[in-house]
């Protein structure tokens, strides 16, 4: 009961920041002409802020107020994170970039559906069900696509920066280069985002077809 | 008799049922199920139907076991259902074992022996530096780990078990080549830190001295299934009077003397996978003896002096 409460609670307060995110996102681009140059300027702040505070889900799934596996929930906050804080947020030259604006443009659209639809459980419309599991077809590749051009356009600044990174030698021996990781990272991202593409898909599938069985 | 055999998912597997003779074992049904299916006898596995009435996440049916009449020891008669669970491809053990050992084995031997190919373009370092004395020992000494591991395979461990699912061999070999490759890699840098001389040897002979314990267990091990029987028996010469799993805590100490002579950050981390590992299969190889043996007690259960 308390729990169902909170998480309730949870997913209205991401329905709101990420509802804020969209907003401020849209309001930079009709204000700039639509141009995305200053949308991670002007709604940035909620973006990172509500997807830091996604970092709860991973602690929901650990204490098993959730179904899905932590490590799943992990991977999925630790993968955009990354993106968000650790490039984007350190490299001010990409952050006027189309790739930052498209990132937000496209979370935003994504979170501020998911969110509600877990917030009302059950009670879900179908219309917001049906959005849930189709506004993911263009706008997964989208994210997923200004999340790796992001990667890959921070590589000379911080191959110069040398931020994040252990260099040899040390008493631990141990060394990290961190472009080498996004370089890494680049070539499997396509991997898993075919996977979790895929896997939408077979969801898709699955909770539609539920829709149409119920209403028939 | 005609067994009505099904899936998990209730589904029946043959219209009419299979025909076995009357007085048929658990291994006849296999090897009928295996023409009739085409499915290897190594990927079947049958029990009898959960009770009605049972709740299906608590109680699991009865397993055939082999050797065992399906008449006598289970009552099985003319229409009787029976459960069919694939466990998948198998392959068998000592291949597993094979894989598993010489590949990290092989991995790590590049790092040291094309040491200047390997790091030419780590040009801030010279890929010249001399070959440090920690550097060879701890080739030789991760060699004979591995090398240990497959003569044993070879030459002492009876197996349980006669295979495992595929799937397991491609996880446990990302896992034992990608930690020695890695850990080769720091190990055999050209600007790799030794640490003191004295470290060193204790490092290496806490290490030495809980490979000829690992050994000595396992030779134990294997004396307890000689006559080439297959069930459980309780563990209780040698080092195992006083540790549940003393086979797994010469192997940790083992790692562990390796990394206090090498100290490299990677190699911790495979020590600490490794232990999390062998505190899972220990503990439940400590409820099952306890279960199996009552009144089975030891001072530890992994590692003295902390569990």
Redesign the interface.
Known sequence: MVTQAYLTLYNVAQTIGWAAALAFTLRSILTHDGSLASVYADAGEYVRTFQVLSVMEVFHALFRLTRSPMSAALMQWAGRTHVLIAVTHATPALQSTPAAGVLNLAWAITEVIRYPSYAMGARCPPWLNYLRYTVFIPLYPLGAGAEMKLMYDSLPSFAKSEAYSVAMPNRWNFGFDYPTFLKVLLCVYPLLFYQLYAYMFVQRKKKLAGEKAKSA | MKLNIVKRNGKEMFAGGLDVPDDATTDDLKAVFAKAAKKHQTRQRFTLPIPAGADPKKVRGTPLDAGKSLSKDYGLKDGSVVVFKDLGPQVPYAVVFLAEYAGPMLCYLPFYFFRSAIYASTK??PATAPMLQVQTLAMVFHTAHYLKRILETLFVHHFSHATMPIFNLYRNCAYYWGFAAIMSY??N?P???PVSETQMKVGFAVSALMQLGNLHCHVYQASLRKDGSKEYKEPKGGLFRFVTCANYCCEIYQWVGFNVA?????GWLFVACGAAQMMDWANAKHKRLKRLFPGFRRPFKLLPPFY
Request: no cysteine; glycine share 0%.
């Open positions: 801030k370092y720091f190990i840098h600007a790799y830190t090498t100290q490299s950050a990677m």
